[in-house]
T-cell receptor
């Protein structure tokens, strides 16, 4: 079955540091890939997505590139802020099946 | 901005009792999802509705869980009887079919 493996947390960084959260997947077919963010006390919000190989999703300074050859979708940000502190989930959905399969999440804490 | 509404936000119950959660999706969204998120893990799909019909309930423990969406709008998820292992966050999401899923704030259930 489909699965998503995420870099284990928690991750703690200083403000303005470079962020990478690794995500790899196993799926039949050709899935769409997503990063969701969950701020304390809130529901999940879509951060970015990519639907085909070599697509780059981007939003709020975050980026992730769909790498089919390495089955990866790593999340990056050049300079993190305290407000980026949250839990980040990598997820996939196969074409024709809208069901999302999530990774276990990575808790990110940014210290001033 | 339209949001997915869920209630209650928090629920504490004793094992063997019945509990129910309510979800009101964004107006016009035909697809509704219920996910369970155990602490430290990613959300897992319990049931997916397309209008009032169940599309996928393969991961729903049908001996104790039930879900309905009678008029194809709001939905109720019920657990009877609740067990200790049911303690989790229950998330509702909706989408205009085949597109981004919008999540509600969730209901945190604690079974004592």
């Amino acid at each position: 079955g489909d699965s998503v493996t995420q870099m284990e947390g928690p991750v703690t960084l200083s403000e303005e540091a470079f962020l990478t959260i690794n995500c790899t997947y196993t799926a039949t077919g050709y899935p769409s890939l997503f990063w969701y963010v969950q701020y304390p006390g809130e529901g999940l919000q879509l951060l970015l997505k990519a639907t085909k190989a070599d697509d780059k999703g981007s939003n709020k300074g975050f980026e992730a590139t769909y790498r089919k050859e390495t089955t990866s979708f790593h999340l990056e940000k050049g300079s993190v802020q305290v407000s980026d502190s949250a839990v980040y989930f990598c997820a996939l959905a196969n074409f024709g099946n809208e069901k999302l399969t999530f990774g276990t999440g990575t808790r990110l804490t940014i210290i001033p | 901005e339209a949001e997915v509404a869920q209630s209650p936000r928090y629920k504490i119950t004793e094992k063997s009792q019945a509990v129910a959660f309510w979800c009101d999706p964004i107006s016009g969204h035909a697809t509704l999802y219920w996910y369970r998120q155990i602490l430290g893990q990613g959300p897992e799909l319990l049931v997916q509705f397309q209008d009032e019909s169940v599309v996928d309930d393969s991961q729903l423990p049908k001996d104790r869980f039930s879900a309905e969406r009678l008029k194809g709008v709001d939905s109720t998820l019920k657990i009877q009887p609740a067990e200790l292992g049911d303690s989790a966050m229950y998330l509702c999401a909706s989408s205009p079919s085949g597109d981004e899923q919008f999540f509600g704030p969730g209901t945190r259930l604690t079974v004592l």
